[in-house]
Nanobody, 121 residues
Framework: QVQLVESGGGLVQAGGSLRLSCATS????????QGWFRQAPGKEREFVAA?????YYADSVKGRFTISRDNAINTVYLQMNSLKPDDTAVYYC?????????????????WGQGTQVTVSS
């Protein structure tokens, strides 16, 4: 059974930082592309970042967020710096067998339950 479990969300002031983690089990982690998406209230889920052999970021987070992975412990991270109120959302990690970088949510096979990130102004 595949499980993705996010952690690390919380409340932070604008300009602050958070690091999200996504612990994965039930799949061959190194063989999967990992992605982060987010969904703000009243908005559609949007792509944030993805990693396979390379990394790829949405323009809105480029230069502020960093995605990384530790294949030894089956975990993907999202380091978020210089946070803005517009970054407030539920953040989800997702996984799909490796291929090219995937930036559309329907391309991903497995999802976590999400973790809330709230950035106050």
């Amino acid at each position: 059974q595949v499980q993705l479990v996010e952690s690390g969300g919380g409340l932070v002031q604008a300009g602050g930082s958070l690091r999200l983690s996504c612990a994965t089990s039930g799949l061959t982690f190194s063989a999967y592309t990992q992605g982060w998406f987010r969904q703000a209230p009243g908005k559609e889920r949007e792509f944030v970042a993805a990693i396979n052999w390379n990394t790829y970021y949405a323009d809105s987070v480029k230069g502020r967020f960093t995605i990384s992975r530790d294949n030894a412990i089956n975990t993907v991270y999202l380091q978020m710096n210089s946070l803005k109120p517009d970054d407030t959302a539920v953040y989800y990690c997702a996984a799909v067998p490796r291929g090219g970088i995937r930036s559309r949510d329907y391309e991903y096979d497995y999802w976590g339950q999400g973790t809330q990130v709230t950035v106050s102004s």
